[in-house]
């Protein structure tokens, strides 16, 4: 068992070791590495087209949540955020209009990325479940494309916030309902900092901990995972009226394939010999199946995952039945 000490958020946290570093990968799909210099200093902000007032940028919003953490785990360490980009918007300045692509120069060009997600790493409140190492981590998205540019500034600007942790085993997110805001709206930065350190002081990283970990407790069989399987791969051509009653799945053909293979090949988190894998194992199946999304789904579908794998460990806790089980 860990050492615990107590943040500023009023909540017990254990103590890990220091680390350096800093770039994690914890999604792929579309995107490429960015940096806060990067977007900073050589990507345009979009404007509003009725007052040609800018939007709250990008970098704008990563470091209101970098100064959000620092407030709420003072003293933590604190890793540079990670970020990734992806969907570039490009264009070139006026002078350069009638150049062919090739004979652009770069200062010429410019670009920005429609969408970003980055994760902020604080390695010094961390514990192990089944032998990984996970370390809270806190982060966000902004998709330019949920906002209404032909507005003028004032109206509402979009994102998303969460807290969770990520398995240094393989860098998947670990994400749930309670530590994620799906759709903040807000029309300064201001109110956007207050949206973060709402979130932020109203999650619990010890709760979290502990129910994951509640995971590793609980296995299901090679039959009850081929019987998973086929339901998820069902519950998309459902009838809306059955979905009803049923806990929300937004994996698609594409990742439920991914758990598939996973399950016996992963090196980490593939099945044991007698075909049986513990939940913990099959969460971390979905959670790195869900790599493959793009940047503006990731979140959804990673507290799915969650909600998901804890609806089967409450079936087989209290003896009730899952839709996906049964």
Known sequence: MLATTKSPCNQDIPESSKENSTERIFIRANTIPGTLDEIRNKHVIPVFVKDNEPLISQADFIETAMGAVSQCYYGDQILKPSIRLSHPIKGRVPDARDKPPAELHDWEK??????????????????????????????????????????????????????????????????????????????????????????????????????????AEHSITEEQFAHLIGRCRMYQYLPMKIKEDIEPLLFGDQQIASVCRDYYSDSSFCRNKDGSINLWKLYNLFTGANKSTYIDQFLERSVSASNLVIEICHALTHRTTSWFLT
């Open 110 to 215: 410019t670009i920005y990325y429609e969408r970003m997600m980055f994760a902020i790493e604080i390695p010094s409140i961390a514990v192990e479940i089944n032998g990984n190492l996970i370390t809270l981590t806190i982060g966000g998205v902004k998709s330019y494309n949920q906002d209404n540019l032909y507005n003028k500034k004032g109206a509402d600007e979009h994102f998303k916030v969460f807290a969770g942790f990520q398995n240094k085993a393989c860098t998947n997110l670990c994400v749930w309902s309670d530590g994620f805001a799906s759709d903040i709206r807000v029309k300064n930065r201001g109110q956007l900092q207050s949206a973060i350190s709402n979130l932020l002081t109203s999650y619990n990283p010890v709760d979290h901990a502990i129910q994951m970990s509640t995971l």
